[in-house]
């Protein structure tokens, strides 16, 4: 287990303190990482070249790894059910769907999507009732495309769904399988391109959707939403921005205090940039939250008003809270543990 001592001073955006983080390697190889679980002591993991599969956190060296085809696809989303296995789905089209068993990493295949257009950007399950939705980009007219799945996880395919319509260039995009955020029976669903929107179901009325507009940067097919997370039903945050242009920071984080109907641009112009992901800390009902880019780990402890980079480690694209000290973050050949050390 290879560990890096970062000594950083937070004296940025307001802050004035100093944080000491360490960061364990705990697997590398040649792959992309854009999706991680966290399950039964493990890092669960979805990448590029077909690749599945998982390391243990406490004991690295426990780590298997299997290909779920021999077509060295790209694979950006996972998702657990109860049962005690896991879904994935590769990018673009055909896009087939797999289950892999925790237990003995058996795989099978599932539903297969064979539209042109068929793009899966995330993939999440709702830990309560174990529905689950997975997002793709829209069809050419602007209708979802949505896959669906209910307690028995079969296919729900009901007309009678009012699902809502994108705008023309609106999208997703499959940065770090966070675009979709869950609490409860709410779901939130985040876009980026020409428009950057939030859309909004329950799973106790999934027939009713709700569509909010939001300050967010927009307009191009790099721009918008890149992941949202929820502390509750009311408190979240948006990030993401510009892919193409990294370094600009300008509208590009959002919180709301209303569920997602109203969003508040914070830390414009004072921010590190671009992000992939955000994640708020457990039980720290919004107060303390963690965001990453290409280029950065950032940290908030005021619900996201002002930001400190405490990292400038380059390759990561996605992450979990492993508890209220720690975290773990993947991407570009590699996943790793960093541990705040002040706690």
């Known amino acids: 287990m290879k560990s890096i001592f970062l000594f950083i001073s937070l004296a940025i955006f307001g802050f004035s303190k100093s944080q000491n983080i360490k960061i364990d390697t705990l697997l590398t190889d040649k792959i ?3 999706a991680i679980q ?22 690295p060296k426990d780590k298997s790894q299997i290909k779920l085809n021999a077509k060295n696809q790209e694979f950006r989303v996972i998702a657990r059910f ?9 990018v673009g089209s055909p896009a087939q769907f797999y289950s892999i068993s925790a237990a003995n990493l058996k795989v099978s295949e599932l539903n297969k999507m064979s539209d042109s257009s068929v793009f899966y950007d995330c993939f999440k399950v709702n830990s309560i009732n174990n529905n689950g939705i997975a997002i793709s980009d829209p069809y050419p007219n602007g209708k979802p495309n949505f896959f669906i799945t209910s307690k028995n996880r079969k296919l729900v395919d009901d007309p009678l ?12 995009f499959a940065a770090s399988n966070s675009n979709v955020a869950m609490h409860r029976n709410k779901v939130w669903i985040a876009t980026g391109g020409t428009k950057a929107r939030i859309f909004k179901f329950d799973w106790k009325s999934p027939y009713v959707w709700e569509v ?6 927009q307009g191009s097919s790099s721009q918008g939403i890149y992941a949202i997370d929820f502390a509750d039903e009311n408190f979240g945050i948006a990030v993401g921005g510009d892919y193409t242009k990294q370094s600009e920071n300008i509208n590009n984080i959002a919180t709301t205090k209303d569920g997602g109907k109203t969003w508040q641009i914070q830390a414009s112009g004072q921010n590190a940039g671009y992000s992939t992901c955000v994640k708020i800390k457990p039980k720290s009902k919004g107060k303390e939250i ?21 990292s400038d480690e380059k390759g990561f694209y996605t992450f979990e809270w492993l508890d209220s000290k720690s975290l773990i973050l993947a991407g570009k050949d590699r996943i790793v543990k960093l541990t705040f050390l002040d706690y």
């Open 82 to 90: 109860q049962e005690n296995f896991f879904e994935t789905v590769n």
């Open 212 to 217: 909010y507009e939001t300050p967010f940067v």
């Open 38 to 59: 966290l399950h039964d002591g493990k890092v669960w993991y979805a990448g590029s070249q077909s690749k599945f599969g998982y390391v243990n956190f406490r004991n």
């Open 32 to 34: 992309s990482i854009r």
């Open 290 to 310: 963690v965001a990453l880019g290409d280029q950065h780990i950032s940290y908030s402890n005021d619900y996201g008003k002002t930001w400190t980079k405490i």
């Open 161 to 172: 769904r009012k699902l809502p319509t994108y705008e023309k260039g609106e999208a997703h």
